[in-house]
Nanobody, 121 residues
Framework: QVQLVESGGGEVQAGGSLRLSCTAS????????MGWYRQTPGKQREFVAT???????NYGDSVKGRFTISRDNANGTAYLQMNSLKPEDTAVYYC???????????????WGQGTQVTVSS
């Protein structure tokens, strides 16, 4: 059973930094892409950043220049370094990974349980 476990959320003042981590575990698999999304009550889940296995990254407009996604492919881990945080960054952050289990020809998107990030003004 593939699982994504997130850590690193918390509360920080505006202008501060946090780093989120997400580690995939549970069997033999390969990870095509890993990314982060966020959601606040009453709103749709918003794309934050993604990193594909080859190294390319992409960011949502609201976080460009402030957030950096990186991957440790050997350990199935993705990181989201968040700098210059703003109160509007407050949300539950979800990790997502496009994973192909060994012996299976298709890939599946898995989601983490979410971690709360709160930025106070």
């Amino acid at each position: 059973q593939v699982q994504l476990v997130e850590s690193g959320g918390g509360e920080v003042q505006a202008g501060g930094s946090l780093r989120l981590s997400c580690t995939a575990s549970g069997g033999d698999f390969s990870i095509n892409a890993m990314g982060w999304y966020r959601q606040t009550p009453g709103k749709q889940r918003e794309f934050v950043a993604t990193a594909v296995r080859g190294g390319s990254t992409n960011y949502g407009d609201s976080v460009k220049g402030r957030f950096t996604i990186s991957r440790d492919n050997a350990n199935g881990t993705a990181y989201l370094q968040m700098n210059s945080l703003k109160p509007e960054d407050t949300a539950v952050y979800y990790c997502a990974a496009d994973i192909r289990r060994n012996g299976v020809i298709y890939s599946t998107t898995y989601w983490g349980q979410g971690t709360q990030v709160t930025v106070s003004s």
